[in-house]
């Protein structure tokens, strides 16, 4: 478990002018290693100065390898969390995923549950640091998943924070999340409800089939059937037109049997949530394409306990950027990194563990 001085980038939460920076010094950073098996991950470590007990927090990434700053769309989310919280009193590790930056492993074959037991991982060496008394999870996205799964597996979660967290089941998230997709592109409004045809047909398929040998079968069958139809339908809505639309049977099929994709079909929160006993702060963006807000907060609100609280924010997306067309497109064109109403919500809530 190395530990060595690192150089730290203040970025500002609420950036009003591109490439403005917060230069006052209220925390210490060190890059620092640990191991979990056969893994050795790469990590910062920030802490608060001038105390000497504080609780820590360990950042959860969403779907896709990450590096530890959390840069999605050229926005190093969690750097900007890792200095706020530090200014406010908390210890905080953040990590490079799976096969990114100074973290060995493959991350292609690794599933949500893995990522919770790496969570947990950084949760026992953030632990052994002196001055840490309570560490919680904060999860973004598929991470907010992981920070559900590894609370409800260990009693070393002492209270968790979700940013558009995943709090629906694996197949419902998915077939919100292609509506929400569909509906946002500028594409006609018949092929609209073709992609919807295709893609909910594949996803029951692959929920239905998820673990067994005839996945992969299934799933040609359901296309192949599908596109029998759709061939026949749009030569008798569309006569002597050219048919543009495509689906990617080979490459969907080849995620569909992977590991990931199937524990993500079957990935069920409610129990998981049933069994935590521990503080949880949901909030989501009510413009958020990717998780959509009300069937995520209704079910931690339904399931999570006496000590859930969830908030939505609005006009925010799926990386809490206030935005204007609230595509996923659009992210990386914004100035803004995180809101500060967002923060605020943060900040106010997790004071009760200073």
Request: charged fraction near 20%.
């Amino acid at each position: 478990m190395m530990m060595k001085p690192c150089i730290l980038v203040f970025l500002c939460l609420y950036t009003l002018v591109p490439g403005a920076f917060s230069q006052v010094l209220s925390s210490r950073c060190d890059a620092v290693f640990f191991t979990r098996d056969s893994i050795r991950f790469g990590a910062t470590l920030t802490l608060p100065q001038g105390k000497k007990s504080f609780p820590g927090v360990v950042l959860v990434s969403g779907s896709g390898k990450q590096d530890r700053n959390g840069t999605m769309a050229g926005h190093p989310m969690f750097a900007v969390l890792a200095d706020s919280l530090s200014r406010l009193g908390f210890a905080v590790l953040r990590v490079d995923d799976r096969g990114t930056g100074q973290t060995n492993g493959v991350y292609e074959t690794a599933t949500t549950g893995d990522f919770a037991d790496d969570a947990l991982a950084a949760i026992a060496y953030l632990k052994q640091q002196k001055g840490v008394d309570k560490v919680g999870l904060i999860g973004h996205s598929e991470g907010g998943a992981a920070a559900f799964i590894a609370a409800a597996k260990s009693k070393e979660v002492d209270f968790i924070v979700t940013l558009a967290g995943l709090a629906t089941s694996g197949l419902q998230a998915l077939r919100l999340q292609n509506i929400g997709l569909i509906e946002a592109a500028k594409i006609p409004d018949y092929d609209k409800a073709r992609h919807k045809d295709i893609n909910l047909r594949m996803y029951d398929t692959a929920y239905r089939y998820a673990y067994t040998p005839q996945l992969a079968e299934k799933l040609n069958a359901t296309y192949n059937a599908w596109k029998h139809a759709d061939d026949s339908a749009f030569a008798k809505d569309k006569p002597g037109e050219h048919d543009h639309m495509r689906f990617p049977i080979y490459s969907y099929v080849n995620q569909a049997t992977g590991a990931w994709y199937q524990y993500h079909l079957r990935y069920d929160p409610v129990p998981l949530l049933k069994k935590i006993k521990v503080p949880i702060l949901a909030l989501n963006g009510d413009k958020d394409v990717m998780v959509p807000y009300k069937e995520n907060l209704e079910t931690v609100r339904k399931y999570g306990g006496k000590q859930a609280t969830v908030k939505v924010m609005p006009g925010l997306n799926h990386l809490f950027q206030h935005c204007v067309t609230c595509t996923r497109e659009e992210s990386a064109s914004l100035k803004e990194t995180f809101a500060p109403e967002a923060w605020g919500e943060m900040r106010n809530w997790l004071k009760r563990f200073l």
